[in-house]
């Protein structure tokens, strides 16, 4: 499955983006799906994970409260819905899918990169 991850941009401290991840063929429903973040000179980073049931089973420390993954099942898309953005979720966000969410995760997007500078 080819995923496309879209809505990354420039923004300040405190606002606002709403990632989308879509799949090729329009089976996105059907698989587990998270994002992933990548910064300059750092690890790959889980950022959160939700599965075909919309179970929501991973979210990193460094974004509960502020970030929420969520599916459109009429539109077979996940969204990332990013609030109170820092400097520090400067990154390259990734999405990918498979049967479950967990590590190895098996089908991968190009990313979109988001950048919160003043």
């Known amino acids: 499955v080819q995923l496309q991850a879209s809505g990354g941009g420039l923004v300040q401290p405190g606002d606002s983006l709403r990632l989308s991840c879509a799949a090729s063929d329009d089976t996105l429903n059907y698989y587990a799906v998270g994002w992933y973040r990548q910064a300059p000179g750092k690890e790959r980073e889980g950022v959160s994970c939700i599965t075909s049931a919309e179970f929501i089973p991973f979210t990193a420390d460094s974004v509960k409260g502020r970030f929420t993954i969520s599916r459109d099942i009429g539109k077979n898309t996940v969204h990332l819905q990013m609030d109170t953005l820092k400097p520090e979720d400067t990154a390259v966000y990734y999405c990918?899918?498979?049967?479950?969410?967990?590590?190895?995760?098996?089908?991968w997007g190009e990313g979109t990169q988001v950048t919160v500078s003043s």
């Open positions: 990918v899918a498979d049967n479950f969410c967990g590590k190895g995760m098996k089908y």
